[in-house]
């Protein structure tokens, strides 16, 4: 029983596989925050007013710096900000983006008898534009996955030796960087969507379930937000971009996070075998 509740650790200490040194997290520092900033003002520079292209890149950046700095200052695996058996399980990922697409369909199954909306689709941006951002989001997922979710959670465990002090750190965080996403509740949004996320990883010591399923929640919303597919509410726990935001968004996201944590501890006993720590 005891063992039991040492689950998360084993992918919290994968850190001491590497470098610790405070230059090597320092250096790590300015490559998470300055290359995503140069990005940013190169595309701002480059294609103004594209939403999607100044949104994403930086964040796919800011993911690759972060496993540039693994690989390179810390003298580690990159994978080990994945699983302590330095694979990626693709079983994993599969299970995180089809729960989470399953869950959005049922909500949109369920808006549809409540509220007699039409299934339609119309596009209310290029079709290119559209689905360059959705090649993107994945990428945007992991990466705000490894930066959060792996490297801060990694590197507070080097300090911190509480898995609920370290998940409420990042939750902070997490919700700091999306500030001026949805006005006032963002941050509390935002802190319970990545204690979720904490959560699902740290009970299942890896992170495919956590990227699988925010992978799919942003597809899904950017579905929801660029075409006319629904009228209103939220998609998948997230509040499209032309939908109220308000605290009932933060109540389903937490109904939602809570019946995608079960689902996905099902299946994962059911369809994964146990990975093992290096």
Do not use: K
């Amino acid at each position: 029983m005891a063992e039991r509740r040492r689950y998360g650790w084993a992918f919290i200490d994968l850190a001491a596989l590497g470098v610790n040194s405070a230059r090597s997290y320092y250096t790590a520092f300015l490559r998470i925050t300055l290359l995503p900033i140069a990005c940013a003002a190169v595309l701002a520079f480059a294609v103004p007013g594209a939403g999607a292209l100044q949104q994403y890149p930086p964040i796919v950046v800011a993911g690759i710096a972060v496993v540039w700095s693994v690989s390179r200052g810390h003298r580690r695996p990159w994978r080990s900000l994945i699983a302590p058996d330095l694979r990626i399980d693709v079983r994993r990922l599969l299970i995180g983006i089809g729960v989470e697409f399953a869950l959005v369909g049922g909500q949109l199954a369920l808006l549809h008898l409540l509220t007699g909306w039409p299934w339609r689709f119309a596009l209310s941006q290029a079709w290119p534009l559209f689905v360059l951002t959705l090649c993107l989001i994945p990428l945007q997922a992991a990466s705000e996955e490894a930066l959060f979710r792996g490297y801060l959670t990694q590197a507070l465990g080097r300090r911190i030796r509480s898995r609920c002090a370290i998940a409420i750190i990042v939750a902070l965080l997490f919700g700091a960087m999306h500030l001026s996403a949805y006005g006032p509740l963002t941050v509390p949004y935002f802190f319970v969507l990545s204690l979720i996320y904490s959560l699902v990883s740290l009970r299942d010591d890896r992170l495919e379930l956590a990227i699988g399923g925010h992978a799919a929640m942003n597809v899904s919303a950017h579905i929801a937000a660029n075409t006319s597919l629904i009228g209103a509410g939220v998609i998948g726990g997230q509040p499209a971009v032309a939908m109220p935001f308000n605290a009932a968004a933060v109540v389903a996201l937490a109904v939602h996070g809570a019946i995608y944590y079960g689902l996905t501890r099902l299946l994962v006993r059911l369809l994964c075998r146990p990975g093992a720590a290096t």
